[in-house]
Structure formats: C-alpha cells, structure tokens
C-alpha cells in the first residue's frame, strides 16, 4: 500500500480561527449589546416620548417579521457576493438606522419605520446567518466548536448591556445616548468586518487548515478526519427538500423554539401569577438567559466528537424536564435549578442545530436552507407570544398554553431520534 502524499505545511497561519473572533465580537455588539439593549432603552424612550405601549410595540412586531421574510433575499445576497460584503452592508445600514435613532426621531411614525422597517434589514445582513455560512466554510472538523464560540458573543454582551446602558443614559441623560452608545458600538464591529474574508482560498488556504491528502500529526490522511459525519458531496435546496431527515430537523426547530418565546415574554407573568415576586421571576430568567451562554462553547467542543443528532435527543429530554418544572414552579429553590436546566438545552440547541444541518448538507446551501424555513420559523415564533396572551385571557392561567408547547416539545424529541444522515440515492427514489 502506497505511503499517503506529504504536502507542504501552509506558511502562513490559519486565519479561520481569526475570522471567529472577528465574528464573534460583531455578533456581540449587534445583538448582545445593541438588542440586549432595548429592554432598558425602550422604556426610558415611552417615558421621554409619552407614546403609549402598545403603538410603540407596533415597531417590535414589524422588526420580527420583517426579519423573518428578509432570509430569503440574505441567502441569495450571501451566494452572490459572500459572507464578507454582506456583513460590512448589513454593519452599515445598522450603523445609519442607529444614528437616525438617536439624532432624527421625533415621531412615532419615525419609530416605526427605522426600529420595523430598516433596522431588520441591516440585522438580518450582517447577523446570524451570514456569521454561521462564514463558519461552515471555514471549518469542517472543527465547525460545531467555531459555532459553539460564536455563539458565545450575544450572552457576553447581554451580560453587560442592561447595567452598562442604564448608567449610560443616567450620566448622559436621555434615551438618545443610548441608541448613540449602540451606534458607536456598532461602529467598531464595522471597522472589524473588513478583516473578515469569506472564505479558506481568499487566504490561499483550506477549511480547518488542513490541506487535502496531507498527512497530519497523527499520522493519519485527512480529507476531513472528522469524528462525526460529513457529508463528502455537494447538496441543491431542491434536493434537501426531498429528504425526509430536513423535514424532521425543521419540524424539531419548530417544536424547541415554541418553549422559549413563551418563557420570554410570557415567563415573568405566569411566574408572578402563581406567586412569585417579580424580582425573583426576573432573577430566574437572567438565570436562563445566563446558563444558555455558559453550555454553548463547551457543546461545540462536544460536537465535533459526539454525532450531534444524540446530543440534540438528550437536549430535549432536558429541556422538557426544565420546561415542566418552570411550569409547575414548585419552589424558588427548585425553579434556581430547573430553569437553568432548561437555559442549558436551549443553548445546546441553538449550537448544534446549525451543526447538524450543515454537517448534513454542506456549507454550500446552508444559507438556501435557511432562506426556504426562516419565515415560517418567523411567523410561528412571532404567534406565540400573542397565542400564549389570548389564551390566557379566556382560561385564567397558563396551564393549556404549557400543556401544548410540552407536546410539541415531546414531538420533537421523536423526531429527533430519527436524525440520520441523509444520501442522495434517497433523493432519487422520490424523483
């Protein structure tokens, strides 16, 4: 047998790691300390404006939405130009809608249009989904690890952002230094997304660093070396929707996402309704918000050696279990362990569930994946919160609402126990 080809080591170092970090850093200041942000300058704001809450709350539900049927443009936007021009034009457009925040608005309607209508725009440009399409390319055997640190960066900044921004607004004096602070903010991470490069060749180099067919320190050749599967072809949207396996990991996203946009907006009040002050309601969802941050470096590291399909199955067996127990709320005591129980599952999920679908499809059409099921995932989420209000308005209680999402939540730990990779000879027998 014939001894494998030794290549020569890339010269310079691998810049994949670099990226992460940049990336990281931008997904922490658009979203951990911008929109983490929001819940300490909104108020200050309907104070100052006398505008009522629920026609300010117009401009929330516009951005949610909007954000939602935005995806799909992204996606083709991140296939034509690349993960590195979208980034810069999102951080842009943000940086300008910010600005208008805290220098030109004086009116509701000026509220509306720039928090609704532009700002999802530039969020959507240079959020989540182009950081995660970086990544995939950057990374195979170590892509759940690079996704586990990204992640990172919004619970980091949302450590920060409530106490930093209210002494801010404090010293400063009004709402509009607020929105200036996140405007300086996301100032930096613009000046930072011009040292992200889209890809591996932009550098000369090749995902993980590892150039194929060469022999690393373990002796062993490496096209991927990964301990978990990859899938070794290219995929087309058209043929990911013909796999029975995307169904199962939409309908799982589906299920597990219910859970918190109850906990969210509606976790305080059912917490206060059967007892509990609302500084200790407060403390146990800063206790869920704060363990769902911890768990998900870690989990990435997990990722890359455990087949994340039986990592999201024991997830959401933990997370039905915190989920009941925020439910039931038994104790102060118990719900100080329960609900970061269900913080940890839901920081696993929201890792390794972009894990699991590129490691499947590819990096190739992951931002094609996202653009077909971001609305619908969009418009579900953004229902459950006004579901969970009318329904508790006709009942009394949340007992149905959790019964429900406890269901649900139940349907998605079935489905996940079938989540085996797919092949394209299965594509071809539904043609």
């Known amino acids: 047998m014939s001894e494998p080809i030794q290549m020569p080591i890339p010269s310079k170092p691998f810049y994949g790691w670099i990226n992460v970090l940049l990336l990281t850093f931008i997904y922490m200041a658009t979203t951990g300390l911008v929109f983490y942000a929001f819940s300490v300058i909104f108020p200050v704001m309907l104070k100052a404006t006398g505008w009522s809450r629920g026609d300010a709350s117009i401009a929330i539900s516009v951005n949610m939405l909007a954000g939602g049927f935005l995806i799909p ?9 690349g993960s590195r021009k979208v980034i810069i034009v999102g951080l842009a457009i943000l940086f300008l809608s910010l600005l208008l925040l805290s220098t030109a608005t004086t009116k509701l309607w000026h509220w509306i249009a720039i928090w609704g209508a532009i700002i999802p725009i530039g969020r959507v440009l240079c959020g989540l989904l182009p950081s995660q399409v970086n990544i995939m390319m950057w990374f195979s055997r170590k892509r759940a690890m690079a996704i586990g ?41 613009l000046v930072m997304s011009f040292w992200v490069k889209s890809k ?11 150039v ?4 690393q320190a373990n002796g062993q050749v490496t096209p991927h070396g990964s301990r978990t599967y990859r899938t070794t072809v290219v995929w087309t949207l058209r043929e990911v929707l013909k796999t029975r396996v995307f169904w199962l990991i939409t309908v799982v996203n589906i299920t597990q996402g219910m859970g918190l946009g109850l906990i969210v907006y509606h976790g305080v009040l059912h917490m206060t309704d059967v007892g ?26 997990l990722g890359d050696r455990v087949e994340p399909r ?4 024991s997830a959401l067996i933990i997370m039905i279990i915190g989920f009941i127990g925020i439910w039931q709320a038994p104790s102060f005591g118990l719900l100080m362990i329960l609900g970061p129980i269900y913080g940890i599952s839901y920081g696993i999920m929201l890792t390794i569930m972009p894990t699991i679908t590129g490691n499947y499809f590819g990096p190739e059409v992951y ?24 329904a508790v308005e006709k009942t009394g209680s949340y007992n149905e609402v959790f019964l429900v999402i406890t269901s649900l939540i139940v349907i998605g730990l079935v489905c996940s126990a ?14």
């Open 200 to 210: 591996p060749s932009d550098m000369g180099q090749h995902p993980d660093g590892i």
């Open 212 to 215: 194929p067919g060469s022999v």
């Open 276 to 301: 509990y002050s609302a500084m200790n309601a407060a403390y146990i969802l800063s206790m869920i918000m704060g363990s769902s941050g911890v768990v998900r470096f870690p989990i990435g590291w």
């Open 73 to 81: 443009f992204a996606a083709k936007f991140l296939n034509k130009y």
């Open 310 to 313: 039986w990592i999201i199955f």
């Open 418 to 431: 079938f989540l085996a990779p797919p092949h394209k000879k299965e594509v071809s027998s539904y043609s």
């Open 149 to 189: 640190l990204l992640m990172t960066g919004a619970p980091i900044g949302g450590i920060f952002a409530p106490p930093v921004y209210t002494w801010f607004m404090n010293y400063m004096g009004g709402w509009r230094s607020g929105w200036f602070l996140s405007t300086g903010v996301v100032l930096m991470a």
């Open 367 to 390: 931002a094609n994946i996202n653009g077909a099921v971001g609305p619908v995932l969009t418009v579900i989420g953004a229902a459950v919160p006004t579901i969970a209000g009318y």
